[in-house]
């Protein structure tokens, strides 16, 4: 699903701030797009199955959960993965441990703060991941920057409930 990329792949982002090209800039503010237009269909894909949406894009000390949805007394954290090629894998063996320890943490910061406010109760918390494929060619960039789909048949949605457990929070 998601290729390991060598130090020559110009779609990686240079450490250094001087040695960023045009180019370069490019490939990454369309790979933003493309996670950010990615996370607006997973939230309308969650909306539509009965989810209700908490938080998005939800920033912490120790980083951002995607989304944040509920059902019933279920607390789930989505993390959303996005690509334009062909996967390799699901997106649960695509994410790697590092990344889960993050989102982790960040749900222990969510949650309480979360407890803080008058907000429902929940008995239990998921951590899952929403993959999507969007081919090549079924979107294009408008006119700000935003990504347009123009085939909605080509999204290909992967949903992975209790992708992983979480030793590192709560």
């Known amino acids: 699903m998601f290729k390991s990329k060598s130090k020559s792949d110009p779609s990686i982002q240079s450490k250094s701030l001087y040695s960023q090209s045009n180019a370069d800039q490019s490939v990454i503010q369309t790979r933003n797009h493309l996670g950010i237009y990615g996370e607006s269909i997973a939230q309308a894909y969650l909306e539509k199955n009965g989810y209700i949406v908490e938080a998005k894009n939800w920033r912490g000390n120790r980083g951002e959960i995607d989304l944040v949805v509920r059902t019933d007394s279920t607390l789930i ?11 390799l894998d699901r997106p ?3 994410t790697p441990l590092s990344k889960q320890k993050q989102v982790a943490r960040c749900a222990n910061e969510y949650l309480h703060q979360r407890n803080q406010k008058d907000a429902p109760n929940v008995d239990y918390i998921r951590f899952d991941i929403i993959g999507l494929l969007l081919p090549k060619g079924s979107f294009k960039q408008g006119s700000n920057g935003q990504l347009v ?16 457990t979480s030793p590192w929070a709560f």
């Open 149 to 164: 789909h123009i085939n909605e048949l080509g999204v290909v949605i992967d949903h992975v409930e209790n992708a992983y």
């Open 92 to 94: 649960a063996e695509a």
């Open 77 to 87: 954290i989505v993390e959303v993965r996005t690509t334009s090629t062909s996967w």
